[in-house]
């Protein structure tokens, strides 16, 4: 069973950048898809993006193509979501979760962090 913790949210003016973490811990973190998932307030789970086992395949949801890059290190157990022109849309409470298969329903993730809050306003 995987542990994940995220970190590297936080308040950002429009047009800004962040970096997301996710440390992975208790499991084999690079037999693992790994997804970023978010939810703004009063909304529902949105799927970001998600990253193969082995980092050479990445997907992204329209809303973030372009924007947004999906990164792993398999030796350092951690996940990357480097976000770029960051727009007041984005704010939400962003998710790392790990699943052994590709899923692109969030609600089939095996594992999930606790979050970390993302607010892009002036």
């Known amino acids: 069973q995987v542990q994940l913790v995220e970190s590297g949210g936080g308040l950002v003016q429009p047009g800004g950048s962040l970096r997301l973490s996710c440390a992975a811990s208790?499991?084999?973190?690079?037999?693992?898809?790994m997804y970023w998932v978010r939810q703004a307030p009063g909304k529902g789970l949105e799927w970001v993006s998600a990253?193969?086992?082995?980092?050479?395949?990445?997907n992204y949801a329209d809303s973030v193509k372009g924007r947004f890059t999906i990164s792993r290190d398999n030796a350092k157990n951690t996940l990357y979501l480097q976000m770029n022109s960051l727009k007041p849309e984005d704010t939400a409470m962003y998710y790392c979760?790990?699943?052994?298969?590709?899923?692109?329903?969030?609600?089939?993730?095996?594992?999930w962090g606790q979050g970390t809050q993302v607010t892009v306003s002036s």
């Open positions: 990253i193969n086992s082995g980092g050479g395949f990445t």
């Open positions: 979760a790990a699943d052994p298969l590709w899923h692109y329903d969030p609600n089939e993730y095996n594992y």
């Open positions: 208790g499991g084999t973190f690079s037999s693992y898809w």
